[in-house]
């Protein structure tokens, strides 16, 4: 580890200000993750399968003593429009939002985003039942 590593690895707070230039490994998918690409100099997640590591606390302050895997489970919309992932700690179960990158998988994106509607919390028959008792027609034309 040559003297600048090392000092960042010590400095508290420098992920916050200064860009992560860093290749890594996903520790999920196997993949080499580059920080080029991502249209952000703050690299978060692996943009093959999204997955994170849980380094922070706060965002930059690499003081998360779990290490766990973050995995993505939903995707939510900014007040700009702009997407941004939820992820969620398999060891703590600590939940962060991480702004979806330039690179990231559309299609790993759009099947997180649609989990809800492909598997919701109830039978999808009793649509029909729930419609009628509340005054409409209640009919599933297919």
Known sequence: MNRENKRRSFEKGYYKTHPSEETFTCKVCGKTVVPTGAGTDHRNHCPYCLSSLHLDNE????????????????????????????????????????????????????????????????????????????????????
């Open 59 to 142: 965002p930059g302050d690499r003081e998360a003593n779990c290490g766990g895997v973050m995995e993505p489970i939903a995707v939510w919309v900014r007040k700009d429009g702009e997407w941004a992932l939820i992820h969620r700690c398999r060891i703590c179960g600590a939940l962060s939002s991480n702004r979806i990158a330039a690179d990231d998988n559309p299609m790993k994106l759009m099947s997180i985003a649609m989990k809800p509607i492909s598997s919701p919390p109830f039978p999808l028959e009793k649509i029909e039942e729930m419609t009628k008792l509340m005054g409409g027609e209640g009919e599933l034309k297919w």
